[in-house]
């Protein structure tokens, strides 16, 4: 039996893909837009007057500033455009032929829809609560937007199933199937089998409690699957209400699932929280002063997110 499960971080995976399907030629003009009218005084000043909003530069270090990048240049495109026809003599005749390329904006546009797809994705996968199986769901429907999308071509696809492959494992299938939220529905049979099969050589005794789950009988009585249920019952919670009911080894198998975290992304949040509590300066700090010093900065910045998704609603 297998104590601990080996699997890569989604989401470094899903910044890789965004790597993958990085067109140079668009991201090296936006920028040169974007780093003019930063640099610039008299360019800047005469977007800021305009209205315009921050521009954001793309860093490679850091995920999804492109999306960002492409998104603030879209959304402030108008405004770029109109500096640059009311002040033609003073803005640099190359960015104004950048700016005015209609074909640039709508490639940039089809290009920032990928991107946003992943985006939005990396950034559920790399919360400290986000589990393998709740991973896997979102990196199925990753899949689905790509197959659906017509002017999604199809060597993007292919590196969207290539990187698929290396987040995924029998584990993360077995989350999934495991998960009273998503019960395998979007699962392909092949991949049903390698979480069936993942069982009956690892965990064989959990096996009548999985085929009982799957089947809905008892003691997975039909209202554990309400609408209710799925909507507001946490994975942990639901195996927790059925201890007494399942065997040991099904129990241990569903809490070391869904407590399995699709990223490391928390973890590197942390020894960063651990960096800023126990300075060069304030290094004399005992260990447990310390992790209750991190404990409560990570409190606070909590806090501070919460406060300002609160106010942009």
Known sequence: MPDIITYGCSAHILNLLAHNIEIPEIKEQVKTIMKYFRNTHFAAAKYKEAGGKALIMPQDVRWN???????????????????????RVAISPDISSKINDVNLKVKATDYLEKLKIISVALDKIQRDCCTIGEATEIWIKIINHFKLQYNFSESDLKCVLQRFKMAMTPAHYLANLLDHRFRELQLREEQLDEAMEYINLYHPAAMPDVISYRAKTSPFKYYLFSEESIKNVKPITWWLALKENINTVTFDLAIQLHTAIASSAGIERLFSAFGLVHTKLRNRLGVEKASKLVIILKALNKKVDKTEIETSN
């Open 65 to 87: 500033t492109l999306t960002d990048c492409l998104e603030s240049y879209i959304n402030n495109w108008h405004i770029l455009s109109k500096v640059c026809t009311d002040n």
